[in-house]
Every structure is written in C-alpha cells, then in structure tokens.
C-alpha cells in the first residue's frame, strides 16, 4: 500500500503544491548540472530536465497531488506512446496504478460530510485502512449492522472542485520544465483529462453506469457484478456489494483449461462492449477484475471510465475490423481513415506504416488456430514499430480520443491474456462481427443496384 498523506483540498494549496514541484525540479537541473560539469562534461538543457531524480520528483507530486493532476500524467503516459523520452514515460507509468492513501481522520470528514454525524451507527465494522488507493478516491471495507458486506468507495474532498484549474495548472508545469517534446500537441490530451474526471468524480454516474453493465449482462452466470446500495451513495461516496474473489491473475497457476476459459469470457465481453452495446468499461487496470473459485464467475469492478459509442462509431470499427481481419492495403487504409487514423494528405510512407501496425495489432484475428498469447512477442514489435514510425517519417498523430480509450481497453486486455498465457480462437470469437459487415455491405451493393 501507497505512504499516507492528506489531500490539500484548496485551489490555493493545489497550487502551492505545483509551485514547490517546479522548484524541486529547477533545484535538481541546477544541482545535476554543478556534477556534471564538475565532471568535465556539458549537458543539454534536456538532459537536465530528465534525471531519474527529477522524474521521480514529477510523478510523486502528481500522485501526491491525486485527482486531475495524477490523471493528466495517466493520460500522457497511456496516450503518448513512444513518443516520450524513455525515463519520462517508465516513471509516468506508476500514475497507472500509484497513490498515496488519506490519513483515517480525513476518511471521517469525507464519511461525515456525506453520511452526517452518526454515520458510524449504520457499520458493525468499518476498516479505515483502504483496501484500495487511486487518482480520484480510496476504497475501504466496511459491514453493516444487518450484516451485508460492503465495498466504500470514497472519493479525495476537493478534487471535482480543482479539475479544470488543476489540468491548466499541471499543463503549465509540463511546458515550464519542458518535459514534453516540442511537436507533443498536449491540448487534446488536456481537455480529455477534464471531461474524464468530470465523469469519473460524479460516483452516482459511475453506480448507474454498474446498472447498465449489469443489465446487459443478466442472465450470464459467467460474470457478477456489485450492486450498489443506493440510500448510501452520493457523488463523493459509491457504496457498492463487496466481492471477494482473488486477484484474477493468480489464475495463471490454474489448468489451461480454466485459464484459456476466462480468457475467451473477457475476449467475448470486450467485444460485445464495443460492437454490440457501445458501452465500454475502458479501464484495463487488473485490479477491476476478480476470480471467484467458488461460484466459477469473473468479477467486473469500477465503471468510471465507461464511454459510450453511437451506432455510426460501431460501424466504422467494424469495417475496420473486416478490413484487418481479410481486406487488400486498400481496403484497410480507408477504413483506418475513417476511424481517424489517417486524413486527406498524409504522407504515403505514414499510410503504409499505419496499415503495417493496424496488421500487426490484429494478427490474433487473422491466425489459423487459436492464438498463444504467452507466447507472443506482438507487444514489442508493435513498439518497435511505433518507435521507428517517428524516426523514420517524423509525422504522426494521435487517433482520436474515443479510439486510444480503445487502445487503453485492448491493450489492458491483451497484457491480461498474455500474463495468464492464454490460448484464445480469436477468429471465432469475432466472427459474427465479420458476418456483419459482409451482411451490411453485401446490403449496400443489392440497394445500389436496385
């Protein structure tokens, strides 16, 4: 578990905060910068900037900060690719998943301001140290006096009021130390982050987005979620049914039978997230899924992140889909273009690489017999490739904002399928999606003849 360290609520603080972060790193270019010429050497300004040291001092400011400012380095890291220097990105990394908890006292303003004075008379038990620490709250144990076992998701007190000033604040700080590359177009990224927290810090939104996902699931014994318990739920607090299955990577010590079965399970959802419902939880943290070896189900956690994709976004990546799975270079540049891959006048040798990752991204699709995720090295040559794309033809853009949320979803997904080393029919699973688009299309031509 993270250090505990209370949450400046104020605006004032929150910069304050930022400010002492720009200096420690100003100190520590100006202290690298006395060894290093001490040593007879003349750094870069950059080299300065990117100590191990320095990026260590930016991610834990950030997380120490929580809510917008640690989503803005999630963000950058998770959108950025191989864009960032290295030492930036691999400390950036630990937002992911990094936080420092509230101290109990805090806990008990943000439980009494919600709940009111004698909210402790509702709990035979509730366990203050959390069983959980993230960018936008803590969650915690508790069980009531009529015995029900509850997850308490509570959210760090001052965070939806700072998320509009925290993003600009956190941006000038990025452009101040000059963290970023100069062509980096951080606006959209900045932007994103303020809707998204906007979201995610709205908790009754994220229980009715929990309704949804178990709507759609009723009726699938293979999967359980927690039902939220509405007469304790407020924006800042989600009190929710605890489940306790195991952490479902531990799974990758169970038969290959099993391990191969939860994987098809989450391969089939994350396809009928997208293509089917336009609803996606884009949250690929392994935390919010479990495994319960008792009732043989898979538990979805955290809806936060949920976003949702109208008709015509579906559509367009199902051809997309087609075009990687069985269409000509042709074929999948125009749909890559219409997902927002590609525009009108880039470069022909940005077109083919694009085609060339979109390809190596969907090999699983594509093979004969049922992939073998363990033993895949697709996660490398897709970095490679990404890497050589911006030495090579130094043009580039990021997709939009709806599609990295997929690249977040999948990615999370393919590193879960490669931890429990899976074997996954690919091809069959996405099947009826295929048939779709041959239907839809097979469709167009009989209207246009007609």
């Known amino acids: 578990m993270a250090s505990e360290r209370r949450v400046t609520a104020s605006r004032t603080g929150r910069l304050g905060l930022l400010g002492r972060l720009a200096g420690g790193i100003a100190g520590g270019m100006v202290g690298e910068g006395v060894r290093r010429v001490a040593g007879g050497q003349r750094p870069s300004l950059n080299d300065l900037l990117l100590t191990p040291a320095n990026a260590r001092r930016l991610a834990d400011g950030l997380s120490e900060m929580r809510g917008a400012a640690m989503k803005v380095g999630q963000l950058i890291s998770m959108d950025s690719g191989q864009m960032l220097p290295p030492q930036l990105s691999e400390v950036l990394a630990r937002l992911r998943e990094d936080a420092h908890q509230m101290p109990l006292g805090q806990v008990a303003e943000v439980l009494k301001n919600g709940w009111g004075r004698d909210w402790e008379a509702n709990f035979s038990r509730f366990l203050f140290t959390p069983i959980a620490a993230a960018s936008i709250g ?16 509570v959210q760090y007190p001052g965070i939806r009021e700072s998320i509009d000033s925290d993003v600009d604040n956190v941006a000038m700080l990025l452009r101040m130390v000059r963290v970023l590359p100069d062509d980096f177009d951080i606006g959209p990224v900045l932007e994103e982050a303020k809707r998204q927290l906007h979201i995610e810090a709205d908790y009754q939104a994220e229980a009715a987005s929990l309704m949804r996902f178990a709507a759609k699931l009723e009726g699938d014994s293979r999967f359980e979620l927690p039902r939220p318990v509405e007469a304790l739920s407020t924006r800042d607090i989600l009190a ?36 089917d419902w336009g609803l996606v939880q884009t949250d690929p943290n392994f935390a919010n899924y479990l495994y319960a070896p008792g009732s043989d189900q898979i538990q979805l956690l955290d ?12 559509a367009a990546l199902c ?11 042709s074929d999948l540049a125009d749909a890559a273009a219409e997902v927002g891959y590609l525009a009108d006048g880039d470069p022909a040798g940005y077109r083919r690489s694009v ?14 017999q049922p992939f073998a995720f363990g033993g895949s090295d697709m996660a490398r040559r897709m970095s490679d490739a990404v890497l050589e794309m911006r030495l090579r033809d130094r043009f580039g853009r990021l997709p939009p904002t709806e599609v990295l949320y997929l690249h977040r979803k999948l990615g999370g997904l393919y590193l879960l399928l490669t931890r429990l080393r899976a074997v996954v029919d690919v091809r069959v699973l996405a099947a009826p999606y295929l048939d779709q688009t041959e239907r839809r299309d ?9």
């Open 138 to 153: 803590q969650v915690h144990e508790a069980v009531l006096k009529d015995g029900r076992r509850l997850a308490i998701k």
């Open 240 to 275: 929710m049914q605890f489940l306790d299955g195991h952490p479902i990577e531990r799974l990758a010590e169970r038969p290959s039978a099993l391990r191969n079965s939860v994987a098809a399970s989450l391969t089939e959802l994350a396809l009928r997230e997208v293509f």
């Open 303 to 314: 809806f936060g992140a949920t976003r949702e994709y109208p008709p015509a976004s579906r």
């Open 319 to 329: 051809r997309l889909l087609a075009a990687c799975s069985d269409g000509s270079d």
């Open 355 to 368: 085609v060339s990752l979109l390809r190596t991204a969907t090999e699983p699709l594509r093979a004969a």
């Open 442 to 450: 097979a469709a167009n031509v009989h209207q246009g003849a007609a």
